[in-house]
């Protein structure tokens, strides 16, 4: 990625990756079906430590992830291969048992603050796919405008994420769970595809399949 020139299809092309990397959409059945017991405040202060958390991790992520891939001793193309497998496995789990989460044996007596950490946070909201977008767009800061630019994407996307889930009581009366499982299933196929695509640009970036560039 070239960031010495940012355009607006660059930030769109960011704010797309962002928004399947740490939006809503995968979080919203897991959300459901976690807090379908709750009150509504209980709810919202839930959704506001998953949203707090996640994007708290996504700044970190965009403060740290040069010096960590130096530190740790990987390498773009590692962490898009990492990203893709855990991807991958959150996909077909989507495909398996759309709309199923948990087992709710495991889910009670759980403190729904840790649930809002673990796992609706991570690896919920923010997935596979964002932090290694946002692992990877950090360690390609070359300037100060490029550096606003991701942080104000990662705000956006989570200001997003922050009016979807804080008013969850109000939607969730208008999702259908049937439809909703039908959508995770797809959106599992897509996030699939994506999980591929995420290995096959690592292991390119890592020099292992140029010989198949032709094909």
């Known amino acids: 990625m070239d960031t010495s020139n940012i355009d607006i299809y ?9 928004l399947i990397g740490m939006g809503p959409k995968i979080a919203l059945v897991p959300f459901l079906d976690l807090t379908k017991e709750m009150d509504p405040d209980t709810q919202r202060r839930v959704a506001q430590r998953m949203v707090q958390t996640g994007v708290t991790t996504a700044l970190l992520l965009v403060a740290l992830g040069w010096f960590l891939m130096r530190l740790l001793h990987f390498s773009v193309g590692a962490a898009n291969i990492a990203g893709g497998i855990v ?61 606003v630019v991701l942080v104000g994407l990662v705000l956006l996307v989570g200001a997003f994420d922050w ?42 970036e890592l020099g292992i399949i140029n010989m198949l560039a032709g094909y």
Do not use: C, W
């Open 87 to 147: 991807l991958l496995l959150l996909a077909l789990h989507m495909l398996v048992s759309p709309g199923k989460q948990e087992n709710p044996e495991n889910i009670k007596g759980r403190d729904a603050m840790q649930m809002a950490l673990y796992p609706l946070a991570v690896p919920y909201m923010l997935n596979p796919a964002g932090i290694a977008a946002i692992v990877i767009f950090s360690s390609e800061i070359d300037s100060i405008l490029m550096a």
């Open 10 to 18: 660059l930030i769109f092309d960011m704010f797309m990756l962002l």
């Open 163 to 204: 009016l979807i889930f804080r008013n969850m009581d109000k939607l969730a009366k208008h999702l259908d769970p049937s439809r909703l499982a039908v959508t995770e299933a797809v959106f599992g196929v897509l996030l699939a595809a994506l999980a591929v695509q995420l290995m096959l640009d690592g292991l390119q």
